[in-house]
């Protein structure tokens, strides 16, 4: 499937997004106040966002819970309703831009929307478009039992299990290395 600049943005950014959510109780929130919230949305290069307040923050922190369910999803179905939920609730105004020097591409938040809205729609259809060309299963979770981080299997032969080989999928092959030792030990 071909993969244009922004929809590479807009990938990026919602593993981002989706990755920065506590895994559990004891580790910290990734987006603890507006402040970090604003370095995200400077990170990512979201366009178009004004002052951002804790009401942002709030609704960002919702929409980010939805993503990772989308994620998780079992099958493109389920994965299918929660994108349209998401999009439905940002509202969309499909348009031509090449802003900042980029290529023509199109932008779906409204004009004016809050950012949260702006992610929800644009992360949304980046996310709806794997589910169009089949490919659904490619929006994944790491299968480390202590990662579990999201992301997007962009390999061919969609063979990807870890967010990051050199971390996770080593980690798991030096856990197992020790497992077996122990074993032929004991
Ligand atoms: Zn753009
Ligand atoms: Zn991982």
């Known amino acids: 499937m071909l993969i244009t600049h922004d929809t590479r943005c807009a990938l990026d950014t919602v593993v981002d997004l989706v990755n920065t959510a506590p895994e559990d109780d004891t580790t910290p929130d990734g987006?603890?106040?507006?402040?970090?919230?604003?370095?995200f949305v400077r990170d990512h290069e979201v366009s178009e966002v004004g002052?951002?307040?804790?009401?942002?923050?709030?609704?960002?922190?919702k929409i980010r819970g939805r993503f990772a369910a989308v994620f998780a999803a079992p099958d493109a179905r389920t994965a299918a309703g929660?994108?349209?939920?998401?999009i439905a609730a940002a509202g969309?105004?499909?348009r031509l831009t090449d802003h900042d020097g980029y290529d023509w591409h199109v932008h779906y938040f409204?004009?004016?929307?809050?950012?949260?809205?702006?992610?929800?729609?644009?992360?949304?259809?980046?996310l709806a478009f794997f589910v169009v060309a089949g490919e659904q299963e490619r929006l994944r979770r790491c299968?480390?039992?202590?990662?579990?981080?999201?992301?997007?299997?962009?390999?061919r032969n969609r063979s990807r299990r870890y967010c990051?080989?050199?971390?996770?999928?080593?980690?798991?092959h030096v856990a197992a290395y020790r497992a077996r030792r122990k074993e032929a030990a004991g």
């Open 164 to 172: 990051d080989s050199r971390t996770c999928g080593n980690r798991l």
């Open 31 to 39: 987006l603890p106040d507006v402040g970090a919230l604003e370095v």
């Open 110 to 126: 409204a004009p004016g929307a809050s950012v949260a809205d702006h992610l929800a729609a644009d992360c949304g259809m980046a």
């Open 51 to 61: 002052v951002l307040t804790e009401f942002d923050l709030a609704a960002v922190r």
């Open 92 to 94: 969309t105004t499909p």
């Open 82 to 86: 929660l994108i349209n939920e998401l």
């Open 143 to 155: 299968e480390a039992p202590d990662c579990r981080h999201a992301f997007v299997d962009l390999s």
